[in-house]
């Protein structure tokens, strides 16, 4: 049976499997960080939802739309780059990240830390 799978139905399959299974992505390919970056981004407007309901406000409901639009926009900068893993292609996926994120944005910094542990010591990327 093969399913047809939205990316957002993908991102959170993969995010339960990983939570089941182990806590790493079986690759880490350029389209592995992005998947990753999309459960940080999930992560992130969750947690700031949380606060701003916690302090009384409504929370915004247009964040993780405008969040994954940015990541859309890395992906298609990166879209020639998304079966590699060398350091040329992580190099093209770091600086499409810092083009559309804000360098203090902690689903940004956690991505660049997992980019480089992945380049100095071959750690797959994780989605917790």
């Known amino acids: 049976m093969e399913l047809n799978l939205t990316p957002v139905d993908q991102l959170i399959a993969a995010r339960v499997a990983s939570r089941v299974v182990e806590a790493t992505l079986p690759s880490a390919t350029v389209e592995m960080f992005l998947l990753a ?3 940080k981004l999930t992560q992130q407007d969750a947690k700031e939802m949380k606060q ?12 993780l739309g405008l969040l994954f639009e940015a990541k859309e926009k890395v992906g298609n900068a990166v ?15 770091k600086a499409a ?3 559309n994120f804000n360098s ?4 940004l910094k956690n991505i660049l830390k997992q ?13 917790v």
Not at 79 to 93: C, F, H, N, T, V
Not at 115 to 127: A, V
């Open 115 to 127: 980019i480089d542990n992945w380049l100095t010591k071959k750690k797959k990327p994780s989605l």
């Open 104 to 107: 203090n944005f902690p689903p």
């Open 37 to 39: 970056l999309g459960s």
């Open 79 to 93: 879209s020639q780059y998304l079966k590699r893993d060398d350091p040329e292609a992580m190099e093209a996926l």
């Open 52 to 63: 701003e309901q916690a302090r009384g406000r409504p929370g915004n409901i247009y964040r």
């Open 97 to 99: 990240l810092q083009r």
